[in-house]
């Protein structure tokens, strides 16, 4: 699952089996560094140990072994008496090689042990030496590229360990801790055990423990798309106009393009990779894949080209003729989302409806992350397919939030539902604010903001128009008849001065929308309403209408 669901919704209270592990320095006989680790599943992955540079660490006597261990942690990390035999600090430790803990394994065959500084090291809890094994954890595989550190991935993408693990391989990472603690004691490499309860990220829809695992993503090149999308996003008319600018701007700094997603449910990427001899293929359309298949194709035919039908089909590589399968991932969410322009205007099946409705006028969408990912994904693919842009104008707009300003969380309890506000507040009251809306800043809602806007709009309009009614009724007014077609000319002053700016404020209005600029729009009508309609011409028209009722 992505980082950004385990942030918002995902760590719980867990207990789990963490282990007192001693490494064996190699240059110092008996001498052992001390670590602690809470995953005892990622052992076998361990590359390297890092400590404080700038922390106190002590070196120990116990039995007929020696420890170093953080000065602070001593107490809460080692069990029993102990002598102690010198102090050195963090910096002093960096550099020095030790066993492995599991280097018999094939896995970790040939892999180097050391001890790295890392100032994110506390000695607050466990021994002050962090175990780190990059490939099973994020900090951690981030310290080996500063640090030049191997990297051993242990599990697959349903958690099982892979070949290479000796007794581990096949087993699901969740039931390795006992095993691999009762290998280490073996070893004699168990310092000692005990339950640990801590904050510990979980999947949100299924409460699973997640583990990280490291993986093998495709990209899209985008250099040479770079500025071929810049030229693109200048011929279209942004809404507010600093979208161009936070667009360019993207643009000029993006990397290449991960579209790749291990999932299952999703667009299948038609990318086949032979791994005989290591040749990509892209398949470009349905077609092109029967022509090339050499197996499966019966299985698939009739499906839409998603996982599993589309997995049975297998081409020929083109270099070595061995047959090749689809590559396991699926497309990233927002590939799909780019290729709406395409997608849902028949691109492939009907090239002149396609022409038809290509580009379209108008986009909207709430611009907060939109520049990297859904308006990148449309410019994207409609330059590499077109060279020209998928929308004329986008209309984008900033956040909603609470009547303070403050993002709105069902935990924080300042959410307002959607059923809730249309009930108390009015569809009316929060279709005008939301049109009055300047979109380039956040939207505050909530009750005392919808009540100024029925206060001071919509109950000045129906007044307007109940006062119009009732005299309107009492007249037997009617529109239509041609006696109520009264000539401009024949008209009173405060009448043709109301419809001169009646049309006035038609031609803002049309002026605004056609610039895309709702808010103008919604400001100029209240303006009109408040003002000129209700303060001046229904105010000063009073008596006029009073006299006409006493005329009937
Ligand atoms: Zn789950
Ligand atoms: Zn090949």
Redesign the pocket.
């Known amino acids: 699952i992505s980082e950004h669901e385990i942030v918002t919704e995902g760590y719980q209270d867990r207990t789990h089996y963490s282990i007192f592990v001693a490494f064996p320095l190699l240059d110092e006989e008996g001498a052992h560094l001390l670590i602690w680790t809470t995953t005892p599943w990622t052992m076998v992955a361990n590359v390297a140990a890092a400590v404080h540079p700038e922390i106190d660490y002590i070196h120990v006597r116990q039995g007929g072994k020696t420890y170093y261990v953080a000065k602070e942690a001593a107490k809460s990390a080692l069990r029993g008496e102990y002598e102690v035999l010198g102090e050195v600090k963090g910096a002093d430790l960096v550099g020095r090689r030790y066993r492995g803990p599991f280097d018999e394994l094939p896995a970790a065959a040939g892999v180097e042990h050391r001890v790295i500084p890392w100032e994110d090291v506390g000695a607050e809890e466990g021994t002050g030496i962090v175990h780190i094994a990059p490939g099973a954890g994020k900090e951690d595989f981030q310290l080996s590229r500063v640090n030049d550190l191997a990297v051993i991935a242990p599990i697959d993408e349903f958690g099982v360990y892979i070949d290479g693990f000796g007794d581990l391989s096949g087993l699901y990472v969740h039931e390795v801790a006992m095993p691999i603690a009762n290998n280490l004691k073996d070893k004699g490499l168990l310092y000692r055990g005990e339950q640990y309860k801590h904050r510990y990220p979980v999947c949100w829809r299924c409460g699973t423990d997640l583990v990280f695992r490291l993986v093998d993503e495709w990209f899209i090149s985008m250099d040479p798309l770079r500025e071929p999308m810049k030229e693109v996003t200048r011929q279209v008319t942004w809404y507010p106009s600093f979208g161009e600018d936070r667009e360019l701007d993207w643009l000029a700094h993006m990397d290449d393009w991960m579209i790749s997603k291990k999932r299952y449910w999703g667009l299948a990427l038609p990318i086949y990779e032979?791994q005989?001899?290591?040749?990509v293929d892209v398949i470009g359309s349905k077609e092109e894949l029967r022509e090339r298949a050499v197996a499966g194709w019966e299985e698939f035919d009739g499906h839409s080209p998603h996982r599993p039908y589309v997995d049975a089909v297998q081409i020929a590589?083109r270099?070595?003729?061995?047959p090749?399968s689809r590559i396991r991932d699926v497309g990233n969410p927002w590939l799909d989302a780019g290729i709406v322009a395409f997608s849902t205007l028949k691109y492939r099946h009907d090239r002149d409806y396609w022409n038809e409705w290509y580009p379209a006028d108008l986009i909207s969408e709430s611009f907060p992350g939109q520049f990297r990912n859904w308006f990148y994904s449309v410019i994207a693919q409609s330059t590499a397919l077109t060279g020209r842009p998928a929308f004329r104008n986008v209309f984008s707009y900033a956040l909603m939030r609470d009547e303070k300003g403050e993002e709105m969380h069902k935990s924080k309890g300042n959410a307002i539902w959607f059923d809730d506000a249309a009930e108390e507040y009015g569809v009316d009251v929060m279709r005008w604010l939301f049109a009055r809306a300047n979109p380039d800043s956040n939207l505050n809602f909530g009750p005392h903001i919808t009540d100024d806007v029925r206060r001071q709009f919509i109950l000045p309009l129906w007044n307007s128009y109940a006062f119009f009614a009732t005299y309107a009724e009492i007249d037997r007014f009617d529109p239509m008849d041609p006696a109520a077609q009264i000539p401009l000319v024949n008209r009173t002053l405060l009448d043709r001065w109301i419809i001169s700016q009646l049309h006035l404020l038609i031609a803002e209005v049309r002026a605004a929308l056609d610039g895309y600029d709702p808010d103008r729009a919604a400001k100029a009508i209240e303006r009109f309403t408040i003002e000129e309609l209700s303060n001046w011409y229904i105010r000063r028209n009073r008596r006029r209408f009073w006299k006409s009722e006493s005329d009937a």
């Open positions: 032979c005989a001899c290591g040749t590589c270099a070595c003729g061995e090749v």
